[in-house]
């Protein structure tokens, strides 16, 4: 019985040292976070600003797909529970969120960098204002057979009330 005991301690030692150096280790609360179209984490961490519109080229009613732009925000330093905003901590404290994959589809969005934004990295486009002056495109690439993809057409999006 004391050897169990042991054991089961030993599980629940590991267990926090685990979750401790993960967390802390990884410092997670410095790295600026994306919803990644995920229209409903956005609203429970109150991050979102506003939906935009987006047209699917070719069109199709089958694809799971949002875009938004949000405050951009990180994690608190002790849960990623916890939100953060940081509009003071950086001369782009807005971010456009979207969708970066549809999984019951096999599709993948991918951003092209066909139009100059305020900034960008490969998933996120980061703005001086919580607006969209300028069109984004994203290519659509549908997985098959784990052999590669295919690129089956590309997603516009913008925002109704700038587009000029």
Sequence with gaps: MAILG????????FGFINSFFGWYGYE????RRV????????KERNVFIKNLEFELVPKTDSLEFNAFIENGFTYGKHSSVKTELIKTKTDFPFQVSFSQKDTLNKITFDLLPITKMDSMDYF??????PELNDTIYLKIRKWENKIGTDSIGFIKIYDKNNSG
Excluded: A, N, Q
Excluded at 6 to 13: A, K, P, T
Excluded at 35 to 42: F, H, M, V
Excluded at 124 to 129: D, E, Q
């Design 124 to 129: 996120v486009v980061y703005l001086r204002k």
């Design 35 to 42: 919803t990644r179209g995920d229209l409903t984490e956005s």
């Design 28 to 31: 997670k609360w410095k790295y």
């Design 6 to 13: 042991i054991v089961i301690g030993i599980y629940f030692l």
